[in-house]
């Protein structure tokens, strides 16, 4: 099983949608949370950390739930620009250093 | 655009080649995870260095190694390249202070094509 899983996409929404992306992950110890976005053929950049009472930044809402070891991403009102693959992200703390585990990506495709 | 520099930005090898990576940290940031993204998937950690030592690794074999410098700067060599070795590689920079480590910045990458 893969330390950090997401849906496999691609997501084809037209503009002004609304999408959601799910990542579920493996480590109950895990304490640090991510959702990063990465244009084709370039880095990856952090959209947002995402914490357990949940939160928002205009448009993007991410959500925690320890319990269930699942995270969630939600893009209100998508934009052309918004096209991108998002990657969830969790830092691992173990053996005296920190290193982000990756999950393959979903890409989004918005069309007008 | 973030402090974090690679070069070179593309690169053809032969298999059974060596080839080596380079990384400038960003200001005031004194450590660098390298990454490997193979084509479709996530990245892969591959090791961090941390005051010119390898502070961590992550499962790559003996071949990939690496350096880190007094300037932070950091280098990422791949011994006996194979084609499974064509990706991006991407390193990322941070503050690691009193155990606890500031948001990563990556680089562009380096885009590796083995063939």
């Known amino acids: 099983r893969k330390e950090v899983e997401q849906d496999p996409g691609p997501f084809n929404v037209p503009e002004g949608a609304t999408v959601a992306f799910n990542c579920t992950y493996s480590n109950s110890a895990s304490q640090s949370f991510f959702w990063y976005r990465q244009d084709c053929r370039k880095e990856p950049k952090l959209l947002m950390s995402?914490?357990?009472s949940g939160n928002e930044d205009g448009r993007f809402t991410a959500q925690l739930n320890r319990a269930s070891q699942y995270i969630s991403l939600l893009i209100r009102d998508s934009k052309l620009s918004d096209s991108a693959t998002y990657l969830c992200?969790?830092?691992?703390?173990?053996?005296?250093?920190?290193?982000?585990?990756f999950g393959a990506g979903t890409r989004l495709a918005v069309h007008p | 655009e973030t402090g974090v520099t690679q070069s070179p930005t593309h690169l053809i090898k032969t298999r059974g080649q060596q080839v080596t990576l380079r990384c400038s940290s960003q200001s005031g940031h004194n450590t660098v995870s390298w990454y490997q993204q193979a084509l479709g998937q996530g990245p892969q950690f591959i090791f961090q260095y941390y005051r010119e030592e390898e502070n961590g690794r992550g499962n790559f074999p003996p071949r990939f190694s690496g350096l880190q410098f007094p300037n932070y700067s950091s280098e990422l060599n791949v011994n006996a390249l194979e084609l499974d070795d064509s990706a991006l590689y991407l390193c990322a920079s941070s503050l690691l202070f009193g155990g606890a480590d500031t948001e990563a910045f990556f680089g562009q990458g380096t885009r590796l094509t083995v063939v």
């Open positions: 992200v969790v830092k691992s703390e173990a053996g005296g250093y920190n290193k982000l585990i």
């Open positions: 995402v914490y357990s």
